[in-house]
T-cell receptor, first 114, second 115 residues
Framework: AQKVTQAQTEISVVEKEDVTLDCVYETRDTTYYLFWYKQPPSGELVFLIRRNSFDEQNEISGRYSWNFQKSTSSFNFTITASQVVDSAVYFCALRMDSSYKLIFGSGTRLLVRP | GAVVSQHPSWVICKSGTSVKIECRSLDFQATTMFWYRQFPKQSLMLMATSNEGSKATYEQGVEKDKFLINHASLTLSTLTVTSAHPEDSSFYIC???????????FGPGTRLTVL
């Protein structure tokens, strides 16, 4: 069975702090894709990143970085120097190569306080 | 590119009425559309997958007769919540996949409140 676990329900940090959102996934497939989405209070999902299972390179995009480790089935997301605008719910998701269905984690609510 | 719209963005209705939500791909042809439901402070749960011109495939536990999905064209899918009840109040989100790619593009969501 496929599953995505985001153990952190809510995180609160002060602006400019770094914060890491954890994501652990389960699958027996060898080919799969991992995603991160941001859902601000407006509700619209914002795509952040997609990673395929064969690409374990870490990625950095501005203040965002992602650490993909197959050995621990984790795909963690770090925001450096957090800003109030980063406050949102962040979802990690998994998709198998054999299907277009996205399996979402339960989400982590991030609150960045000024 | 790859814009998906939903209409309405929010709707309030009385218990027992039916509500139709539209999902449109504005600048690409969507061969597959997905409907998700998100209860407050919860995750997105896939309700059904619809391919243009064929019947939708529903996830386990989702009532086909209650949530009618129609994907009559390559740019439009509709979700009709029939005989809505307060427990159907939720945030409904659609996504669409184009003919050439495997990415899903999400709509802005529709907030349904059933009184």
């Amino acid at each position: 069975a496929q599953k995505v676990t985001q153990a952190q329900t809510e995180i609160s940090v002060v602006e400019k702090e770094d914060v890491t959102l954890d994501c652990v996934y389960e699958t027996r497939d060898t080919t799969y894709y991992l995603f991160w989405y941001k859902q601000p209070p407006s509700g619209e999902l914002v795509f952040l990143i997609r990673r395929n299972s064969f690409d374990e390179q870490n990625e950095i995009s501005g203040r965002y970085s992602w650490n993909f480790q197959k050995s621990t089935s984790s795909f963690n997301f770090t925001i450096t120097a957090s800003q109030v605008v980063d406050s949102a719910v962040y979802f990690c998701a998994l998709r198998m190569d054999s299907s277009y269905k996205l399996i979402f984690g339960s989400g982590t609510r991030l609150l960045v306080r000024p | 590119g790859a814009v998906v719209s939903q209409h309405p963005s929010w709707v309030i209705c009385k218990s027992g009425t039916s509500v139709k939500i539209e999902c449109r791909s504005l600048d690409f042809q969507a061969t597959t559309m997905f409907w998700y439901r998100q209860f407050p402070k919860q995750s997105l749960m896939l309700m059904a997958t619809s391919n243009e011109g064929s019947k939708a495939t529903y996830e386990q536990g989702v009532e086909k007769d209650k949530f009618l999905i129609n994907h009559a064209s390559l740019t439009l899918s509709t979700l009709t919540v029939t005989s809505a009840h307060p427990e159907d109040s939720s945030f409904y989100i659609c996504s669409a996949r184009g003919r050439l790619g495997d990415e899903q593009f999400f709509g802005p969501g529709t907030r349904l409140t059933v009184l």
